[in-house]
């Protein structure tokens, strides 16, 4: 059975840093594309980075919004795909999901970051 | 950037009643690979977000039959044939032709 577990979140000034991490069990991450999404009330869903898979060149993009100030990496040692956040803003805030697969098969149960000071 | 437009932003429908959402994308999301890069979503609250249809049409396994997913092109459907009481949440398209662009989602309340 496919398991995504987040973790990392918690409250940061702006400015701020934060490091989130995506532990997979039952798969190899990888095999896998892996995505952050987050979710806030007011925007729904927004993407914000992806890794292809390790063989496939590990072939990274970003959302125009975090685009320079985040940095998605894997550590297929750990089984982990990490999304490190810096420059953070208050518009930062958000439920951060971790999921799998070209189409976001599998989903984390989320992490909260939120940007306040 | 791809836009994607879902209508209506909610619904409220009694069960057993069918209920039917659009998405509309500002560029067709049909590839040169013959897929369509079109999703479902449903977004129950307190829950991690749940794949319901993934290129347009096919429905993922375990999802049930009352799924359906239609459409190519510009415009995509998804269909509930007779809603349930656990079908309330919101609900997202999404485009995989170019990056990633969500809907502003639709809240469907039973």
């Known amino acids: 059975q496919v398991q995504l577990v987040e973790s990392g979140g918690g409250l940061v000034k702006p400015g701020g840093s934060l490091t989130l991490s995506c532990v997979a069990s039952g798969l190899s991450l990888s095999e896998s594309y892996v995505s952050w999404i987050r979710q806030t009330s007011t925007k729904g869903l927004e993407w914000v980075a992806y890794?292809?898979?390790?063989?496939?060149?590990?072939?990274?993009y970003y959302a125009d919004p975090v685009k320079g100030r985040f940095t998605i990496s894997r550590d297929d040692r750990h089984n982990s795909v990490s999304l490190q956040m810096t420059s953070l803003r208050a518009e930062d805030s958000a439920v951060y999901y971790c999921?799998?697969?070209?189409?976001?098969?599998?989903w984390g149960q989320g992490t909260p970051v939120t940007v306040s000071s | 950037d791809v836009v994607m437009t879902q209508t209506p932003l909610s619904l409220s429908v009694s069960p057993g009643q069918p209920a039917s959402i659009s998405c509309k994308s500002s560029e067709s999301l049909f590839y040169t690979d013959g897929k369509t890069y079109l999703y479902w979503f449903l977004k129950r609250p307190g829950q991690s977000p749940q794949l319901l249809i993934s290129e347009a049409d096919k429905r993922v396994p375990g999802v049930p039959g009352r799924f359906t997913g239609t459409g190519g092109g510009h415009y995509f459907t998804l269909t509930i044939s007779a809603v349930e009481p656990g079908d309330s949440g919101v609900y997202y398209c999404?485009?995989?032709?170019?990056?990633?662009?969500f809907g502003q989602g639709t809240r469907l309340e039973i």
């Open positions: 890794i292809s898979e390790s063989g496939n060149g590990n072939e990274i």
């Open positions: 999404m485009q995989g032709i170019d990056l990633y662009t």
């Open positions: 999921a799998r697969g070209v189409g976001f098969y599998d």
